[in-house]
């Protein structure tokens, strides 16, 4: 694997960096992983270490398996051979601290937008009211506060996402997982969500895998990106992203983001093929 070095990463203030010690302890370690599906290989020997609090874009051909890694991740799915760990504050799988958005919101249409985040507080046996409470500061952090009463069928399909990743983040998880959770929206929405995701990454600093087709919204996103070849998949490149910590529009138009696109599209392009959506 190709490594190139990059910067280190390092309202209430005090309760955001509380946060931020709590979140940053979460790691994930895959080692050897391997898995197929009716006897057709589908990942090859995954070997990954993720820092706590990092950022990663998972980028690879349509259909190799980056979605099924990440499922393997989140203990949705058992790999067929290999282990992963994930490690809450030293301790192999806490309960509680991983939240997974995928790429339709999945949202209940006949609750609100309140009552649609406060679900997964009350699955876990908090009073309506209290969880109803709690869902307000993540609806905030996405600029959904006052869209509480909307039902989903009120909402555009960027607003839908945001209330996909307001659910995810009541529950204040140290590893957020994200399937391509913009995919389906316009360019103008995708960019803006991007910068809204990376402000609530920034301030809350909990670790983020997260699964894209776009060039640009890996390099944008993340501090770290992982190309995946052709299945059965390999790693093929595992990049530390040569970008400020800070970013925000312009970033895009430099030269610095321009050299990080193109490491990884050539790194798509060598090792499996791009599709129709690489220059998004």
């Known amino acids: 694997?190709?490594?190139?070095?990059?910067?280190?990463?390092?309202?209430?203030?005090?309760r955001e960096r509380s946060r931020a010690e709590v979140t940053i302890a979460t790691s994930v370690s895959v080692q050897a992983v391997r898995h197929h599906?009716?006897?057709?290989p589908i990942l090859d020997g995954i070997d990954l270490d993720v820092e706590g609090g990092a950022f990663v874009a998972l980028l690879g051909p349509s259909?190799?398996?980056?979605?099924?890694?990440?499922?393997l991740i989140a203990g949705l799915d058992t790999p067929s051979e290999g282990t992963i760990r994930v490690e809450h504050d030293g301790a192999p799988g806490a309960p509680g601290r991983t939240a997974f958005v995928f790429q339709d919101a999945h949202l209940l249409p006949w609750r609100t937008v309140l009552d649609n985040v406060a679900l997964p507080l009350e699955l876990r046996g908090v009073a309506r009211d209290e969880a109803r409470r709690r869902a307000r500061a993540p609806l905030a952090e996405?600029?959904?506060a006052d869209d509480v009463s909307a039902f989903p069928d009120q909402l555009s399909g960027g607003m839908r996402m945001?209330?996909?990743i307001a659910r995810a983040l009541v529950t204040e998880p140290s590893l957020l997982l994200l399937d391509e959770p913009f995919a389906a929206l316009d360019e103008l929405t995708r960019l803006r969500l991007d910068e809204r995701l990376r402000a609530l990454w920034e301030r809350r600093r909990m670790t983020v895998l997260f699964v894209t087709h776009s060039l640009s919204e890996a390099t944008f996103l993340s501090n770290r990106a992982?190309?995946?070849?052709?299945?059965?998949?390999k790693i093929v490149l595992y990049r530390v992203l040569a970008l400020p910590n800070e970013r925000d529009a312009p970033l895009r138009?430099?030269?610095?983001?321009?050299?990080?696109?193109?490491?990884?599209y050539d790194a798509l392009e060598k090792h499996g093929g791009l599709d129709d959506r690489r220059v998004s």
């Open 63 to 71: 259909g190799c398996g980056k979605s099924t890694l990440l499922r």
């Open 1 to 14: 694997m190709a490594l190139a070095e990059g910067a280190d990463f390092g309202h209430d203030e005090a």
């Open 37 to 40: 599906f009716d006897d057709k």
């Open 142 to 144: 996405v600029e959904l």
């Open 253 to 264: 138009a430099t030269p610095a983001f321009s050299h990080e696109v193109a490491a990884l």
């Open 162 to 164: 945001r209330v996909s």
């Open 226 to 233: 992982i190309v995946l070849s052709k299945r059965p998949a």
